[in-house]
């Protein structure tokens, strides 16, 4: 059965390739994007989630166009790395700001509509570094940790109107926002997982799949990690 899917920050990265295995499978996709125009072959609506105004427009725009949201992948992420003694607030509730409070209103947005329908499928991503830190990302870690607590949190409140509230926690995968990681440092966090590669958007995309399904309606709360068998101890 087709469903409207909502991905944030769809116009690239994990956003993209979990927009196009939706398509591909028959889905009405709308991808949130910030730039002009969005990616060949895909709905796109202009949304800044940290915008109030635009995420509530952005939502109203795909209820209008197509019908309400049945399933939301809450995608949209930043970094803004530093060490937390030279971190300003700044930098601290920017990444706070994009990550988690963006979330929150992009579900909030979306929630009446499949409280209504009884029927919806929240659907986070989160991290590995929510789970376990990294140094210089107390901001980034913090707002991933705190998209788990708002998931779970969710999953509680509107479980019984036959709706789930889940996260992604992706390791290392290769995408724009990774793309500065090279040497040591990669090697070292690659080092620190079972099969010893980064990840692909398409193998996150699998996670998300899953979880979107008919068939996982028994599956909430749960944060599905997609990392290579990370150590995380
Ligand atoms: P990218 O940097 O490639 O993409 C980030 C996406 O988020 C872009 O589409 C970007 O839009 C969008 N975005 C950023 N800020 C906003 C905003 N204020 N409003 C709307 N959209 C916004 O990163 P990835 O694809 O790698 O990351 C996607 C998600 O996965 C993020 O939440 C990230 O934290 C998470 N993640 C990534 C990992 C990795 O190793 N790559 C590991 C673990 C988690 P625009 O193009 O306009 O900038």
């Given at each position: 059965?087709?469903?409207?899917?909502?991905?944030?920050?769809g116009?690239?990265?994990?956003?993209?390739?979990?927009?196009?295995?939706?398509?591909?499978?028959?889905?009405?996709?709308?991808?949130?994007?910030r730039?002009?125009?969005?990616?060949?072959?895909?709905?796109?609506?202009?949304?800044?989630?940290?915008?109030?105004?635009s995420?509530?427009?952005?939502?109203?725009r795909?209820?209008?166009?197509?019908?309400?949201?049945?399933?939301?992948?809450?995608?949209?992420?930043?970094?803004?790395?530093?060490?937390?003694?030279?971190?300003?607030?700044?930098?601290?509730?920017?990444?706070?700001?994009?990550?988690?409070?963006?979330?929150?209103?992009?579900?909030?947005?979306?929630?009446?509509?499949?409280?209504?329908?009884?029927?919806g499928?929240?659907?986070?991503?989160?991290?590995?570094?929510?789970?376990?830190?990294?140094?210089?990302?107390?901001?980034?870690?913090?707002?991933?940790?705190?998209?788990?607590?708002?998931?779970?949190?969710?999953?509680?409140?509107?479980g019984?109107?036959?709706?789930?509230a889940?996260?992604?926690?992706?390791?290392?995968?290769?995408?724009?926002?990774?793309?500065?990681?090279?040497?040591?440092?990669?090697?070292?966090?690659?080092?620190?997982?079972?099969?010893g590669?980064?990840?692909?958007?398409?193998?996150?995309?699998a996670?998300?799949?899953?979880?979107?399904?008919?068939?996982?309606?028994?599956?909430?709360?749960?944060n599905?990690?997609?990392?290579?068998?990370?150590?995380?101890?």
């Open positions: 059965m087709s469903r409207r899917v909502l991905v944030t920050g116009n690239r990265g994990i956003g993209l390739a979990v927009a196009r295995m939706f398509a591909d499978q028959g889905d009405k996709v709308v991808v949130t994007h730039g002009d125009t969005p990616p060949d072959g895909l709905d796109g609506v202009r949304c800044d989630v940290r915008d109030p105004d995420v509530e427009e952005a939502v109203e795909v209820r209008r166009d197509h019908g309400p949201v049945e399933i939301l992948v809450s995608n949209a992420g930043i970094t803004r790395d530093g060490l937390l003694l030279g971190m300003s607030d700044a930098e601290f509730t920017e990444v706070l700001d994009t990550n988690l409070v963006g979330a929150l209103r992009v579900t909030r947005a979306v929630l009446t509509d499949m409280v209504r329908a009884r029927w499928r929240l659907i986070y991503v989160s991290s590995l570094t929510g789970l376990v830190g990294a140094p210089g990302q107390a901001n980034y870690a913090a707002s991933k940790a705190g998209l788990i607590g708002l998931a779970h949190s969710v999953a509680r409140e509107v019984k109107r036959g709706i789930t889940n996260v992604v926690s992706p390791g290392l995968i290769d995408t724009d926002m990774t793309s500065d990681l090279a040497g040591p440092r990669r090697e070292t966090l690659l080092g620190r997982t079972a099969l590669r980064a990840g692909t958007a398409a193998e996150v995309a996670a998300v799949r899953f979880l979107a399904a008919d068939d996982a309606g028994y599956v909430t709360a749960a599905i990690p997609v990392n290579g068998g990370a150590e995380v101890g």
